[in-house]
């Protein structure tokens, strides 16, 4: 039985037009993620233990806007489509037109929030605890951004009564897999980890908020997957396995064991 399909509310991607000036969703998105992140990062970083000056963190956000930009397009392009932009070089500048990659994001900003932390003389880990527990909120709009932009959609649901028919997915309905995504890597995983980091004795054991949410994210990443139509060009990596879920899986295992270790460690001292 074929339920019919929800009206996707087609929302133009554009969401301010001066003249030849745009303003997509896809950017106030990222702003949003990064503005929220930042002003709880800088919260939780005034919460003892104290690592260093929570008015430094103003730094990171640089630092970790350049590697989420710069690493989210160069693993796109490396990881889901690399013969695309092989050919056509002086597109992997087109950033407006979409390409990104959680996982070569997470990558960039893995190198930013060393080089900060090696700045400010702190322990990685702990600035790491401070940026992971700030990171659902950028994955929450980014989500969002991805639903409004009718991107990333999810596999063919012709009996769910909430499946939609996307504008570039045919008239069958399709699981709202963007939405599945916000809720899970976004809502769930931040409410996850809010909880840890305001734990004093968590925060004392650097490492355990980023060990959950590597393994949370990559949980929350392979079960949406499932629902998630997989991306046009790679198709299946293995029977019934997406490149998302082959990402996923070494975040699940490290993610695990860096908590395991970070739970043994003897408490730092606050300052």
């Known amino acids: 039985m074929i339920l019919p399909a929800l009206v996707f509310p087609v929302i133009d991607p ?54 989420i930009v710069l690493g989210g397009r160069l693993g796109y392009i490396f990881f889901y489509n690399p013969a695309y932009y092989a ?30 932390a090696r700045k400010v003389g702190a322990p990685m880990l702990a600035v790491g605890d401070l940026v992971a527990a700030a990171a659902p909120v950028g994955l929450f709009f980014g989500r969002i951004a991805n639903f409004i932009n009718a991107e990333l959609f999810g596999r063919t649901a012709p009996d769910v009564p909430w499946a939609m028919a996307f504008p570039n997915g045919g008239p069958i309905p399709r699981h709202p897999s963007q939405l599945y995504e916000a809720t ?43 629902f998630r139509e997989p991306d046009a060009q790679l198709g299946f990596i293995l029977p019934h396995v997406t490149m998302g879920q082959v990402l996923s899986l070494p975040m699940i295992v490290v993610g695990g064991l860096i908590v395991l270790w970070a739970a043994r460690q003897d408490p730092v001292r606050a300052k």
């Open 184 to 226: 899970l890597e976004g809502l769930v995983l931040f409410a996850v980890l809010f909880v840890l980091a305001r734990n004093e004795a968590i925060r004392r054991r650097p490492g355990i908020v980023i060990g959950a949410f590597l393994a949370g994210y990559g949980i929350a990443r392979s079960i949406c997957e499932f």
């Open 14 to 67: 554009v969401a301010v037009a001066i003249g030849p000036f745009a303003i997509r969703w896809y950017a106030l998105a990222y702003i949003a993620g990064i503005l929220i992140g930042w002003k709880y990062a800088v919260w939780l970083a005034r919460r003892q233990p104290v690592f260093f000056e929570a008015k430094l963190f103003d730094d990171l956000v640089f630092y970790a806007t350049m590697g």
């Open 87 to 116: 050919s056509h070089p002086l597109e992997v500048f087109m950033v407006w037109q979409g390409g990104m990659s959680f996982h070569g994001g997470f990558l960039g900003v893995v190198v930013a929030t060393a080089m900060f």
